[in-house]
């Protein structure tokens, strides 16, 4: 029904941990969202990439709108199932012949999140290559035990919000590229081996990754909080976040950022598109 995933691509995905390529949006709706990102980095001077990383949904209406997707929702419904709550977005932007890469890394390592029925929509916002840094994959490696980490050194231009990188090597040669035509997604799991080199073409590469979980996942530490995107809450364990009415409400912008703190998000970087 509509774009649920067919019975090889579920098989696909339990046994590899992930599924590509997944219509999403059409090439003029992925167009549009880029748009309305670019817009925003115009009118404000402030890089997206660093200001609306985290959350963007929160901050920007179209991208709240854009969780609620229907193509992007029958997809990992048939992973999750019918009770889909979005747990957060990350927003990931490499300039051409940016020096910035993704090191090697398990999600599940630093989002406290358990059981593991929660999965990664990333959808490209520009096509997503080789030549930019796609994102790579070890299939299977969603099933091994928990892997060590350790910090990236400080000069790093490890893009991570935590700068964490898998501690030991990655066996490259059994790693698959998730390229990605404007508008598709691929979806991953929390446990998968993944990251991605650095933008190596003049132009650039972006892509929005979703973050989706059945309502019975839990999160270790502080109640964090979820927006409800499909069927039920039966459980609870999240609390609800807030429903944006407009671009950066400086409400709901301090909330993000106060979740996400660190340095102050919203002021960091300047850029001109
Ligand atoms: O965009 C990338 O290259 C990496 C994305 C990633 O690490 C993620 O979505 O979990």
Not at 112 to 121: F, R, T, Y
Not at 144 to 158: D, G, Q, V
Request: aromatic share 8%; hydrophobic share 40%; net charge negative.
């Amino acid at each position: 029904m509509g774009n649920s995933l067919d019975a090889a691509q579920v098989a696909h995905y339990r046994s590899n941990g992930y599924v590509f390529p997944v219509p999403a949006l059409t090439p003029a709706e992925a167009a549009d969202v880029r748009t309305e990102i670019e817009s925003f980095e115009q009118r404000s001077g402030l890089a997206a990439g660093h200001v609306i990383r985290n959350k963007g949904h929160l901050k920007l209406t179209r991208l709240y709108d854009l969780i609620f997707h229907r193509q992007v929702l029958d997809a990992v419904e048939s992973v999750l199932g019918p009770d889909i709550l979005c747990w957060g977005s990350s927003l990931f932007v490499k300039e051409g012949n940016d020096p910035g890469f993704v090191a090697w890394h398990q999600d599940s390592y630093y989002w406290g999140l358990e059981p593991d029925d929660v999965v990664s929509a990333w959808i490209a916002l520009y096509p997503s290559t080789v030549e930019n840094g796609a994102m790579r994959v070890v299939p299977g490696s969603q099933t091994m035990p928990p892997l060590s980490h350790r910090k990236s050194a400080a000069e790093s231009a490890n893009m991570l919000f935590t700068h964490e990188e898998l501690a030991d090597d990655v066996d490259e040669a059994k790693a698959v590229d998730i390229t990605l035509a404007q508008g598709d997604m691929s979806l991953h799991h929390i446990k998968i081996l993944h990251g991605s080199p650095p933008n190596r073409s003049g132009g650039r590469r972006m892509g929005y990754a979703i973050r989706y979980v059945a309502p019975y996942v839990k999160q270790r530490g502080d109640m964090n909080s979820a927006t409800l995107v499909r069927g039920e809450d039966r459980y609870g364990y999240f609390a609800k976040d807030p429903v944006p009415a407009r671009n950066m409400d400086p409400e709901i912008v301090a909330f993000v950022d106060r979740r996400y703190g660190g340095k102050p998000l919203g002021v960091a970087t300047t850029r001109t598109v």
